[in-house]
């Protein structure tokens, strides 16, 4: 692991005021802190992931979109079954994918190759 990015993720956080850390800093904050310490921060990283592919931004990047809530979901069935985040962190993550997939699959497909006559 790298040091140096783990003291910058713990400075960032500790410049904010905030519960949970949001912004463009907040997915490499808790992305590193979370390879350190996985049953503090892991709950943190999903929720971030969630939140982030909900973001307007990736509206048109739905893979970018469906990427993100599954290492959610993954992170999320990584914490222990004792963390008294793990539940709720996990059904977020598990809605969130559940309804992407949905919209994705309603949504018309645009790979499709056009029939030969």
Same mark, same amino acid.
Do not use: C
């Given at each position: 692991?790298?040091?140096?990015?783990?003291?910058?993720?713990?400075?960032?956080?500790?410049?904010?005021?905030?519960?949970?850390?949001?912004?463009?800093?907040?997915?490499?904050?808790?992305?590193?802190?979370? /390879?350190?310490?996985?049953?503090?921060?892991?709950?943190?990283?999903?929720?971030?992931l969630v939140e982030a592919a909900r973001s307007h931004r990736l509206r048109e990047l739905p893979?970018?979109?469906?990427?993100?809530? /599954? /290492?959610?979901?993954?992170?999320?069935?990584?914490?222990?079954?004792?963390?008294?985040f793990r539940a709720k962190v996990l059904a977020k993550a598990l809605e969130a994918h559940r309804?992407?997939?949905?919209?994705?699959?309603? /949504?018309?497909?645009?790979?499709?190759?056009?029939?030969?006559?």
């Amino acid at each position: 692991m790298d040091q140096d990015a783990v003291l910058r993720a713990r400075m960032k956080l500790l410049s904010t005021d905030r519960r949970v850390l949001r912004g463009r800093d907040a997915l490499w904050v808790y992305r590193v802190l979370t /390879e350190v310490s996985p049953a503090v921060y892991g709950s943190k990283l999903a929720y971030v992931l969630v939140e982030a592919a909900r973001s307007h931004r990736l509206r048109e990047l739905p893979g970018i979109r469906l990427a993100m809530l /599954e /290492e959610a979901v993954a992170v999320a069935e990584a914490l222990d079954v004792a963390n008294p985040f793990r539940a709720k962190v996990l059904a977020k993550a598990l809605e969130a994918h559940r309804q992407e997939l949905a919209a994705s699959a309603s /949504e018309p497909s645009t790979d499709r190759a056009d029939p030969v006559d």
